[in-house]
């Protein structure tokens, strides 16, 4: 079984923010394979299914962005999952708008919800897709300002079309593991302007 959680905050004022791209993939993953994601577990919402015949939980914490970690860790408790059955999926401020980078592993890159994750977990040996949103094109437009902000425009159609590559490579990595996915989105990615 696989764990696949898209970090983000709850609530409707927070939907279309750049902050919410991981709830933006679960929603997309959950249309895909005919799954509800609202079931309340552990602070969280999740819906299971099956992805290419692997039974997989998504998983949308109600935490609040930073304190994502404690239902995460939750949930890899009750399924009986180890850190290599879970992939995180969160926005990238030091990625251009709409390209990805999976890594089998890694640090936060100091994403607040992704140390939440790591120190709940107590590893950082988990998948992680990365989903960017650049940084602010204004110099004094502080960063928490920036991924609370909705998309629009460009931004807008980038993630857009970053979150499909998303939900494409959640795919690949159930099927064929993080190695392929790694070959193929992460070079497909960086090919794109």
Not at 183 to 188: A, I, W
Request: aromatic share 6%; charged share 25%.
């Amino acid at each position: 079984m696989k764990l696949i959680v898209g970090l983000g905050n709850p609530g409707r004022e927070y939907a279309a923010t750049r902050h919410n791209v991981g709830f933006m993939v679960i929603d997309r993953l959950a249309r895909e394979i005919g799954v509800v994601v609202g079931k309340k577990m552990f602070k969280a919402q999740v819906g299971q299914g099956y992805i290419n015949g692997e039974k997989v939980a998504l998983v949308k914490p109600q935490t609040y962005m930073n304190l994502s970690g404690g239902a995460v860790s939750a949930l890899m408790n009750w399924y009986k999952l180890a850190p290599d059955e879970l992939i995180v999926i969160y926005d990238d401020l030091d990625l251009p708008p709409g390209k990805l980078r999976i890594r089998p592993d890694g640090g936060s890159g100091g994403h607040k919800g992704m140390q939440s994750v790591i120190q709940a977990l107590g590893t950082e040996n988990f998948c992680r897709i990365r989903v960017g949103i650049g940084r602010p094109q204004e110099p004094d437009f502080e960063s928490v300002d920036y991924v609370l902000s909705r998309l629009a425009g460009d931004d807008a159609e980038m993630v857009g079309e970053a979150v499909e590559l998303a939900a494409e490579a959640v795919f690949c990595i159930v099927r064929d593991g993080v190695e392929r996915a790694m070959n193929l989105y992460n070079r497909k990615n960086s090919t794109k302007t």
